[in-house]
T-cell receptor, first 112, second 113 residues
Framework: GENVEQHPSTLSVQEGDSAVIKCTYSDSASNYFPWYKQELGKRPQLIIDIRSNVGEKKDQRIAVTLNKTAKHFSLHITETQPEDSAVYFCAASGGSGDKLTFGTGTRLAVRP | EAGVAQSPRYKIIEKRQSVAFWCNPISGHATLYWYQQILGQGPKLLIQFQNNGVVDDSQLPKDRFSAERLKGVDSTLKIQPAKLEDSAVYLC???????????FGQGTRLTVV
């Protein structure tokens, strides 16, 4: 089945700096890659997603890139703000049975 | 639109007892997921339904966990008997089929003592 690895597990940046979180997946049939943000005690919420027919997608300060050949995708957050502090999860789906498989999460801390 | 509803929000039980969780997905969402999220970890898929059929339950501990989705709408997840290591947040999510955004409920925080 699909295996999604995510790095780093924790990330601390200064407010205004950029943050990058990287994920790799194992199933070459996966074709949908969402990113979720989870604040403490709350439900995961989608912040951006990308499909395999697109190499990059941007939404204001957030962008995601996808390299299908290498089977990895990354989340880029520019001009970070304290409210960006949360746990971020990557996920992959579209492979066997269209399972939605999550990575292990990255705890992002933005220092004011 | 109304979101994914889950109940109860919190549950404390003793080991070896049984417990059931309920989920009502967003209207029209054919795909329903149950995830287990242990503190500090990513959500782990327990079971995925497409309408009332099971798409994947490969990580469901079937000796103690069971789930059903009658009539392709609401779903229940049951644990019997519970173990200490079952302490986690159980998240239900739903989506339209074929790789679209999954919307999560608030989750049920289970503590097994």
């Amino acid at each position: 089945g699909e295996n999604v690895e995510q790095h780093p597990s924790t990330l601390s940046v200064q407010e205004g700096d950029s943050a990058v979180i990287k994920c790799t997946y194992s199933d070459s049939a996966s074709n949908y890659f969402p990113w979720y943000k989870q604040e403490l005690g709350k439900r995961p919420q989608l912040i951006i997603d990308i499909r395999s027919n697109v190499g990059e997608k941007k939404d204001q300060r957030i962008a995601v890139t996808l390299n299908k050949t290498a089977k990895h995708f990354s989340l880029h957050i520019t001009e970070t703000q304290p409210e960006d502090s949360a746990v971020y999860f990557c996920a992959a789906s579209g492979g066997s049975g269209d399972k939605l498989t999550f990575g292990t999460g990255t705890r992002l801390a933005v220092r004011p | 639109e109304a979101g994914v509803a889950q109940s109860p929000r919190y549950k404390i039980i003793e080991k070896r007892q049984s417990v059931a969780f309920w989920c009502n997905p967003i209207s029209g969402h054919a795909t329903l997921y149950w995830y287990q999220q242990i503190l500090g970890q990513g959500p782990k898929l327990l079971i995925q339904f497409q309408n009332n059929g099971v798409v994947d339950d490969s990580q469901l501990p079937k000796d103690r966990f069971s789930a059903e989705r009658l009539k392709g709408v609401d779903s229940t997840l049951k644990i019997q008997p519970a173990k200490l290591e079952d302490s986690a947040v159980y998240l239900c999510a739903s989506s339209l089929p074929w790789n679209t955004e999954a919307f999560f409920g608030q989750g049920t925080r289970l503590t097994v003592v």
